[in-house]
C-alpha cells in the first residue's frame, strides 16, 4: 500500500495559466501530503504541504488541493510563469515511516 | 544556519572500486534518508534511519549497498564493487520527527566509469 501515482508525466503551460498535477495513493495511514519542487542539478526543496484534516490550502499562487474520499491531492499553479519550469514530485507520507516520491512531473512554462 | 551538506560533491571512479558518501543532516534532525536519482529520473529510496529505531533498508538494490548512521548525526553510503549502472546523483534528507518536512542536500554526483 506504498503506491504513489502522480500524473501528468510532463506538463508545457503558457505564461499566466494554471499548472495542474495530481498525486494519488493508497495507503490511508498516510497523514502528510507534500509537493517538492527540484530545479535542474539542485535536490528536492518543500513548495507546500497539507494535512488530512483541511481540504486546501493556499500559499501564494500555489495551492494544494486534498480529497480524502478519492485518495488524491493535487497541486495547482495560478499564473504559471517561467521561473516554475521544474520537475514536481508528491510524496505522502506516514509520520515516522519512508517516504515513497511519485515519478515526478516535468513542468514548462512557455514564455 | 547551515542545511545539509554532501560530500564530495562529484565522484568519478572505475568500475569495481569501493566509493563512500558522506552526509552531514541538520543539527537536531532525528529522520535521515538516503535517494538515488538518474539522469532524468524520479527519487528512488534508499535507506531511511528514524532515531535509534532500526533503519528501514528496503530500497538498497543489492548487497553492495549499505548505509550507517552514528546517532542522529553523520550518516555514510558506501557502494562496494561500483558498477557503470550505480552512475547517478544521491542525495541525502533530513527532518525532524514532528515537522516531517525533508530538507534535502545538493547530492554527490557519482560517474562509474
Known amino acids: 500500500q506504498q503506491q504513489v501515482k502522480q500524473s501528468p508525466q510532463s506538463l508545457i503551460v503558457q505564461k499566466g495559466g494554471i499548472s495542474i498535477i495530481n498525486c494519488a495513493y493508497e495507503?490511508?495511514?498516510?497523514?502528510?501530503f507534500p509537493w517538492y519542487q527540484q530545479f535542474p542539478g539542485k535536490g528536492p526543496a518543500l513548495l507546500i504541504a497539507?494535512?488530512?484534516?483541511?481540504s486546501e490550502k493556499k500559499e501564494g499562487r500555489f495551492t494544494i488541493s486534498f480529497n480524502k474520499s478519492a485518495k488524491q491531492f493535487s497541486l495547482h499553479i495560478m499564473d504559471s510563469q517561467p521561473g516554475d519550469s521544474a520537475t514536481y514530485f508528491c510524496a505522502p507520507k506516514r509520520r515516522g515511516f519512508k517516504t515513497i516520491f511519485g515519478a515526478g512531473t516535468r513542468l514548462f512554462v512557455k514564455a | 544556519g547551515a542545511g545539509v551538506s554532501q560530500s564530495p560533491s562529484n565522484k568519478v571512479t572505475e568500475k569495481g572500486k569501493d566509493v563512500e558518501l558522506r552526509c552531514d543532516p541538520i543539527s537536531g534532525h532525528t529522520a535521515l534518508y538516503w535517494y538515488r536519482q538518474r539522469l532524468g529520473q524520479g527519487l528512488e529510496f534508499l535507506i531511511y534511519f528514524q532515531g535509534n529505531s532500526a533503519p528501514d533498508k528496503s530500497g538498497l538494490p543489492s548487497d553492495r549497498f549499505s548505509a550507517e548512521r552514528t546517532g542522529e548525526s553523520v550518516s555514510t553510503l558506501t557502494i562496494q564493487r561500483t558498477q557503470q549502472e550505480d552512475s547517478a546523483v544521491y542525495l541525502c534528507?533530513?527532518?525532524?520527527?514532528?515537522?516531517?518536512?525533508?530538507?534535502f542536500g545538493p547530492g554527490t554526483r557519482l560517474l562509474v566509469l
Open positions: 534528507a533530513s527532518s525532524s520527527y514532528r515537522a516531517e518536512t525533508q530538507y
Open positions: 497539507i494535512r488530512p484534516d483541511v
Open positions: 495507503n490511508t495511514a498516510f497523514d502528510y
